[in-house]
Each structure stands twice: as structure tokens, then as C-alpha cells.
T-cell receptor
Framework: AQSVSQHNHHVILSEAASLELGCNYSYGGTVNLFWYVQYPGQHLQLLLKYFSGDPLVKGIKGFEAEFIKSKFSFNLRKPSVQWSDTAEYFCAVNANNNDMRFGAGTRLTVKP | GAGVSQSPRYKVAKRGQDVALRCDPISGHVSLFWYQQALGQGPEFLTYFQNEAQLDKSGLPSDRFFAERPEGSVSTLKIQRTQQEDSAVYLC??????????????FGDGTRLSIL
């Protein structure tokens, strides 16, 4: 079945640690890829997106993600996390102009 | 603020009751989406409106779910004869662009529905 998979349900890091959250999808064809973030008590916000071009995309707050077509992956990275990055992160895929499909989310806890 | 507003924030209903959830999109936004987010899951697409036209309702889980946007602005998601599996957060999002691909999708805070 077509799906979006986020490998880690809950990640706990100390401040200044590096972050990588995995996202894999199983859709073929043209894909548009997104990462959304939901801070505690807030609504979903777009972190970054990939439509075409450079597969390494940079988003807000120092986040970046790399689209690797051969691996059907779009992992999110940040070299040094901060306590304020504590949030839930959702990978989303829009394939072949159909509706947006979200992964189950990864909860990130950053310890001060 | 000028964000997407959803009401109520919390709704508790007994199994079998009908509920109505409201979404006020950002003024002027053409597109409106409804998503259902079960506990521990990501949002699942329910339906999409472009102005008052419901262009995609493929995600509605059953005929108990009904959505409308009669004047192309406020939208209501209605669930009839609620079941316990309907318990979830219902998210509304709006966008100034048409189509289901949008980088300018703004989400509301959601309505948390609990069915007893």
C-alpha cells in the first residue's frame, strides 16, 4: 500500500546534539515532499518543502532535508538542536497531484 | 489574529449523537481542507473544497460524515450517529491557492472530539 513512514516515534536528544529524522514514502511518479512541525499547543506549520531542483532543501530555523529519489527518502536534519525545537514533526507527501499524505509523526524532546 | 479558526476546541458527545464542527478559514482563501488525526497518527485527508465546490471527498470514512461550505467561506464538518472510532482531532486548513498541492496551507488548532 502507498504510505509515508517515519521511523522514529519518539526521539530524545540533549541540546547541541545533531538531529536526523527519517521519512520514507512508497509512492511512484511525481512527488512533492514536505516537513511540518507542531510545537506544543500550536497548530501545524510548514518547515520546508521540496518540489524540484536541488535535492537538498533548507527550511526555517536551521532545518534542512535531503531528497534521495533512489531511496524514496526525505530525511530531516539539523546540526545542533535547541530546547525550543521540542515539537512533533510530520513528513508529508503529495504524489501525482493527489491529496497530501502525512506520516505518523516523530515526537522530538530536547533536554536542556 | 488572522489565522484559521476552529470551534469548538473540544467536543464530547455520546455515541450515536450528531456533531457539527466549524472552520473559519483565513479571509479570501480559496481552498479549504479537512483532516482527521487519530491519537498517535498523522493527519488523514478527509475532503477538499475550492470555494463552495467540494472537489474531493474521497477521504470521508463513511456516509455518516458530511462537509459543506455553502458560501465559499465558513465550512462545517458534520458527523452523524457518532461512533467511538470517530474520536480524533479534526483539523481544518485553508490556502489562497487552488489545488491540493499548496505550500501556503494554514492549519487551525483543531477540534478534539471525544465520543463516549
Amino acid at each position: 500500500a502507498q504510505s509515508v513512514s517515519q521511523h522514529n516515534h519518539h526521539v530524545i536528544l540533549s541540546e547541541a546534539a545533531s538531529l536526523e529524522l527519517g521519512c520514507n514514502y512508497s509512492y511512484g511518479g511525481t512527488v512533492n515532499l514536505f516537513w511540518y512541525v507542531q510545537y506544543p499547543g500550536q497548530h501545524l506549520q510548514l518547515l520546508l518543502k521540496y518540489f524540484s531542483g536541488d535535492p537538498l532543501v533548507k527550511g526555517i530555523k536551521g532545518f534542512e532535508a535531503e531528497f534521495i529519489k533512489s531511496k524514496f527518502s526525505f530525511n530531516l536534519r539539523k546540526p545542533s538542536v535547541q530546547w525550543s525545537d521540542t515539537a512533533e514533526y510530520f513528513c508529508a507527501v503529495n504524489a501525482n497531484n493527489n491529496d497530501m499524505r502525512f506520516g505518523a509523526g516523530t515526537r522530538l524532546t530536547v533536554k536542556p | 489574529g488572522a489565522g484559521v479558526s476552529q470551534s469548538p476546541r473540544y467536543k464530547v458527545a455520546k455515541r450515536g449523537q450528531d456533531v457539527a464542527l466549524r472552520c473559519d478559514p483565513i479571509s479570501g482563501h480559496v481552498s479549504l481542507f479537512w483532516y482527521q488525526q487519530a491519537l498517535g497518527q498523522g493527519p488523514e485527508f478527509l475532503t477538499y473544497f475550492q470555494n463552495e465546490a467540494q472537489l474531493d471527498k474521497s477521504g470521508l470514512p463513511s456516509d455518516r460524515f458530511f462537509a459543506e461550505r455553502p458560501e465559499g467561506s465558513v465550512s462545517t464538518l458534520k458527523i452523524q450517529r457518532t461512533q467511538q472510532e470517530d474520536s480524533a482531532v479534526y483539523l481544518c486548513a485553508s490556502s489562497p491557492a487552488t489545488g491540493t498541492i499548496s505550500t501556503r496551507m494554514h492549519f487551525g488548532d483543531g477540534t478534539r472530539l471525544s465520543i463516549l
